[in-house]
């Protein structure tokens, strides 16, 4: 691209020449994007930072009363939201470059970039100016800049800040299954969201090993989970329901089972998978003939139908909205009870069953998961005590259930059982391993 079809360099340091008012919105849009895309796999970023700010925010302070700053004389006419599309689609053009050629130290600069000075509205900023401000404090004030600023989160001390900031792997993943977010936006979310949780199954790996082991220090490797001492007993638990009779071996057996089932017969079945065995059996009857009578409702003009993939796939996100939040803005019902009753673990097993049947489910699950905590974030950490240890939980089941770690319970010392004595985990040590793909 020359200086002549985009003018930001040096003296011509302003897109749009006198002749740009011309140019169509997409045009206009379109030689911005290939600007970005050209200087930030040539430039410095220090001098990619430059060229964003020349464009976006320099112009704004001029004291010519006509003068309409740079870029923004394409978007007067009612164009606000394609400005706000512009502004995305730029940072995430620069912030997906940097991710993989990791100069991730950047992006808090380029975030920065929309607190500047010089957006502070002047009382001799002339109207057009005072305009192009107010539009990007919105755009500094709304859930599109909220986004943003999760790809700097992870360089903040997880234990500072809101108690969503632990979970951001899972609001990444709602941008990045937003089709009406940028490309750009979506790859760059769905890649640092599988950064943060591969950190955390090796942080979790890391520390298993190191808290089991009388001479290893575990201030290297903390603990990334916040339940203390209670995550290693919960790890303990849910290894030791992996073997013949593991949920992956019931589900497979499951999945046989109910090929060439009718929608009808699928839901019934579903449902005694699900619940089947649930510890703790009467306190939640009242909830699984809730969950039941709904599940039966659900298409029920297609009951008759045999289930294909496409209808199991839907069943099964439908069961999850079930369990989670029925409209990605509130909890259900179900979620609402089962935490409050205390049955987090229970709800997370459940979830883990649904997943080891439909794996294309999983990413419905974790959407799910970040509506549920977008809902609660507005609520202080101690008012959503039971929601946070449902996350927790899940995070640690899901690690240890990921296709990469395999966890494994040995019995180090015997012990005397009678009958109605219970398994005693502390006789026992989990050892994890990395599975190499060959």
């Known amino acids: 691209m020359t200086a ?15 002749n740009s008012r ?4 997409q045009t206009a849009q379109e030689e911005v994007y290939s600007f970005f895309v050209e200087i930030v796999n040539k430039l410095p970023p220090e001098d990619v930072l430059r060229e964003f700010k020349t464009l976006f925010i320099d112009g704004l302070d001029c004291e010519y009363s006509d003068y309409i700053p740079g870029i923004y004389s394409v978007f007067l006419d009612d164009n606000e939201e394609e400005l706000y599309n512009t502004l995305k689609r730029c940072c995430y053009i620069i912030i997906n470059n940097w991710k993989t050629n990791r100069k991730d130290k950047y992006i808090q600069d ?11 509205i002047k009382d001799n900023n002339p109207p057009v100016v005072k305009t192009c401000k107010v539009w990007l404090e919105k755009f500094a004030n709304s859930k599109d800049y909220k986004d943003l600023k999760l790809f700097v989160t992870k360089y903040e001390e997880s234990s500072k800040g809101h108690w969503a900031n632990r979970y951001t792997s899972y609001l990444l993943i709602d941008q990045s299954v937003n089709n009406k977010n940028p490309k750009e936006q979506q790859e760059a979310a769905r890649r640092l969201s599988k950064q943060m949780k591969d950190k955390f199954k090796f942080e979790l790996a890391m ?11 575990t201030t290297r490797y903390k603990n990334p989970s916040i339940l203390g001492d209670q995550a290693l007993r919960l790890i303990k638990a849910i290894v030791l ?19 060439n089932q009718t929608l009808k017969e699928f839901k019934a079945s579903l449902e005694k998978y699900l619940f089947f065995p649930v510890e703790n059996q009467e306190s939640v009857e009242t909830w699984r003939r809730q969950f ?34 029925e409209n990605s803005k509130e909890p259900s019902q179900l979620f609402i009870l089962l935490i409050s009753q205390g049955h987090a673990l229970t709800l997370v097993i459940i979830l883990l069953k649904i997943i080891l049947i439909c794996r294309n489910s999983r990413r419905h699950l ?10 609660y974030e507005k609520y202080s950490e101690e008012e959503c005590k039971g929601v946070i240890k449902f996350i927790e939980i899940f995070n640690i089941t899901f690690a240890i259930y990921a296709e990469n770690v395999e966890y494994n319970l040995i019995k180090m010392e015997e012990e005397e059982q009678s009958s109605n004595q219970q398994l005693n985990l502390d006789s026992y040590r989990v050892f994890s391993q990395i599975k190499v793909d060959r």
């Open 4 to 18: 002549n079809r985009l003018s930001i360099s040096q003296e011509n340091s302003h897109y749009v020449t006198s």
């Open 22 to 25: 011309q140019l169509d919105v």
């Open 110 to 120: 380029l975030v920065n970039l929309f607190v500047h000075e010089n957006l502070k």
């Open 207 to 217: 520390y298993i090993a190191r808290s089991q082991s009388a001479v290893s220090s």
């Open 241 to 259: 329901k992996k073997g013949v009779f593991s949920h992956e071996n019931i589900a497979h057996i499951f999945i046989k089972q109910t090929a």
């Open 292 to 325: 039941a009578h709904s599940l039966s409702f659900w298409k029920k003009d297609y009951n008759q139908e045999i289930i294909t993939k496409e209808l199991f796939l839907r069943t099964c996100n439908r069961v999850i909205d079930y369990l989670t939040t």
């Open 366 to 375: 974790e959407t799910r998961i970040a509506h549920l905590i977008r809902f």
